[in-house]
């Protein structure tokens, strides 16, 4: 395929719109399927994972190519959950074209605005596909006003709708103004006159549809306004021009599970869809520059990897410019290695279709590239172009994972490591401080759903908790103390004196040793011994058990023996004094805080921020986002390691939220008290 004859189309929008099943009929219109898949049956194409297949609800981005009228149309179906929001913005790298698929029952939900953000960053073109108006309650007029307030005068519609709810039987085209009326899911093939009492509406529509594409092209407005209407044809061109420059944003309507406007979706597509000469190119970095050229060096993005138990790593890619065939060495920069291209395929789902070449646009997948991540670029050799990766939010829930038995430690690592290769919105530390593995994801339906697939490949079962909060210590107070070890058990003993100050560091720096020592009192090969012996009883805790941060040390005066002393005596010296010390330090407790961005509907706020209140946060201000509002707190992070539970709940899945790691803050005393009452009863 040409890439003039490549269609790249990413379906988003909010859980439960109906992407999947926008997918599936544009597949059956295709003849790519001989039944209308459906999720609640769990026999879509795109919807596979056996985990999508339970929930009934897709948690992966799923590629599927069909055929239409000459075109190649590569379908990405997306989830709407705001848990898998890193699935969205892979995928949108990926196409040339976001579909919003929107419930015309439901209208313009909070995703809908969270994703079209992410669409407008990554700057593709967009439209709109209202389904479900057979649904009782849907109504088109009322969506369509909402896509107008929250998305500006460029909504432009391109159709409506013949009857409503039960009784919807076919869609008015605004740029023919003719009717294309189904029975049985089949347009009847003519074009008819729309309804009459439809036809004012149409003449209105197509009105504002002219007045929006001439606006873009002098000689058609200046004709415009000489009297001259645009032909149809003009009509087409502009439209087609408006999307690909994103100054206009079609709206096409129907239904996927009866099959009305499908076809017409799929002729817009071909028609005035952008193709991979219209995308933008993502951003990049280096000296060369490239476009999408199918002459031009290999420049392609890898953007989701899977694990398949027989193929291994599958590398799904874009490619942005030249030609890749079987068997072609390409270069990944984030390794500095070059790897050979032999196992080529297109997905269609789950299933794969071999190929010996993929075009400059399309989408294609290799497998057994076993360096290759997603985000990374494969490139042809002596190129210096890396496409950057798109940026992937950060986690806003942990759990603390471990094997259920011993005999399970090998694999849960091994399985780990596989689900962050394979889910970049997932991610995985090791908290000395709290001797915890934490997996991090985007909510608690995304660790769900990761560690439900780690137990169907892998076959490793774990146990999960909240983690614990990593606190740190601090002190208040100064002391100077004497830190001596000695030990004698025949023959050579142990024996080392160390005296040391200690003191709240002026600077804030987590942690310096000051070595005062004069007129060799401790010999200074012994010295660091102390210091290594101090930070190591800071590192244990003075009061509950978590590292002490915010102190200088100020070794100044010792005594040693020339037989009994070495190393060891001296760093149990160090352990010596900081114990010896701890009850004059004035031990205080610090507390991580994050910067918590909370975004919901406006009429949500007041619980929100009387919540945020009640976790001792601290309100900063509001701003407004679109129709939605984002408040800005910043909150311990002990009170929001399960926030996403608590937002769900307060605004009924509407709103979302990010946070950061903002600093360390001393912690109020009758809180501190509870964290280091529990680590006492711990250690009895």
Request: one cysteine or more; proline letters at 6%; charged letters at 25%.
């Amino acid at each position: 395929m040409e890439p003039d004859r490549i269609r790249n189309v990413v379906l988003v929008g909010h859980s439960g719109s109906g992407k999947t099943s926008v997918a599936e009929a544009l597949m059956f219109a295709a003849g790519v399927t001989t039944r209308l898949g459906n999720v609640t049956d769990g026999n879509t194409v795109t919807d596979y994972e056996p985990e999508e297949i339970n929930r009934q609800s897709s948690i992966n981005l799923a590629v599927a190519p069909f055929d239409w009228h000459g075109y190649k149309i590569n379908v990405i179906d997306t989830p709407g959950y705001s848990d898998f929001i890193g699935e969205v913005r892979s995928a949108l790298r990926a196409a040339d074209l976001a579909l919003f698929v929107i419930s015309g029952t439901d209208g313009v939900e909070v995703q809908t605005e969270v994703i079209w953000k992410l669409a407008e960053e990554e700057g593709i073109a967009r439209a709109f596909f209202i389904n479900k108006l057979d649904r009782e309650r849907s109504n088109y007029a009322r969506v369509l006003a909402e896509l107008k307030e929250a998305f500006g005068t460029s909504v432009a519609p391109v159709e409506m709708p013949i009857g409503s709810e039960a009784d919807l039987r076919g869609v008015a085209g605004i740029v023919s103004e003719h009717a294309f009326l189904y029975e049985g899911g089949k347009w009847k093939g003519t074009e008819v006159d729309p309804p009459e009492e439809l036809q004012a509406e149409i003449e209105e529509v197509h009105t504002a549809l002219v007045e929006a594409v001439v606006e873009n092209d002098e000689e058609l407005l200046e004709a415009y306004f000489e009297g001259t209407m645009p032909t149809p044809e003009q009509l087409v061109e502009g439209l087609r021009h408006g999307i690909a420059d994103r100054s206009i944003y079609p709206v096409l309507c129907g239904s996927a599970t009866e099959l009305i406007g499908i076809d017409r979706l799929a002729d817009l597509i071909i028609r005035d869809g952008p193709s991979p000469l219209d995308r933008p190119m993502p951003p990049i970095h280096g000296e060369d520059e490239f476009k999408t050229d199918p002459n031009g060096p290999v420049e392609a993005y890898v953007f989701k990897t899977i694990s398949d138990p027989y193929l291994g790593r599958i590398s799904l890619f874009r490619l942005f410019s030249g030609t890749i065939k079987a068997d072609i060495v390409l270069g990944n920069p984030r390794v500095g290695a070059n790897g050979k291209l032999h196992n080529l395929f297109f997905m269609q789902g789950k299933e794969h279709d071999n190929t010996n070449e993929v075009s400059c646009g399309d989408i294609a997948a290799v497998a057994k590239l076993e360096t290759v991540l997603s985000g990374d670029t494969l490139r042809a050799p002596g190129s210096d172009v890396v496409i950057d990766p798109v940026t992937i939010p950060s986690p806003n829930m942990w759990l603390a994972v471990a094997p259920k038995t011993t005999h399970d430690e090998e694999k849960l690592s091994t399985a780990l490591a596989k689900a962050v290769e394979e889910d970049t919105a997932l991610s995985l530390e090791r908290r000395s401080e709290t001797n915890q593995t934490v997996l991090a994801g985007q909510g608690d339906i995304h660790l769900e759903m990761a560690l439900a697939r780690m137990a169907r490949k892998f076959g490793v079962e774990v146990t999960t908790e909240v983690p614990k909060v990593p606190y740190r210590e601090s002190i208040r107070g100064r002391a100077e103390v004497e830190g001596k070890h000695k030990k004698q058990s025949g023959g050579r003993g142990q024996f080392g004196v160390a005296f040391v100050r200690f003191e709240p560091h002026p600077d804030g720096a987590e942690y310096e040793f000051v070595d005062a020592i004069k007129g060799g009192s401790i010999p200074k090969a012994l010295i660091p011994a102390v210091d290594r012996g101090i930070q190591e009883a800071l590192a244990r805790g003075l009061v509950a058990g978590y590292p002490v941060v915010g102190v200088r040390a100020t070794a100044y005066d010792g005594k040693f023996h020339s037989v009994d002393s070495d190393e060891m005596s001296f760093k149990m010296a160090g352990i010596q004094a900081v114990r010896g010390a701890a009850p004059n330090l004035q031990p205080i407790l610090l507390e991580p805080l994050v910067t918590l961005k909370v975004t919901a509907p406006e009429a949500y706020m007041g619980d929100i921020i009387g919540d945020l209140n009640s976790k001792r946060g601290r309100v900063g201000g509001m701003d407004a986002l679109g129709r939605m509002r984002v408040v800005t707190a910043e909150v311990p992070l002990g009170e929001v390691q399960r926030y996403t539970i608590d937002l769900r709940s307060i605004t009924g899945g509407r709103g979302s939220f990010e946070l950061e790691f903002s600093q360390y803050e001393e912690m109020p005393p009758q809180e501190a008290q509870k964290v280091i009452a529990a680590h006492e009863a711990e250690n009895d």
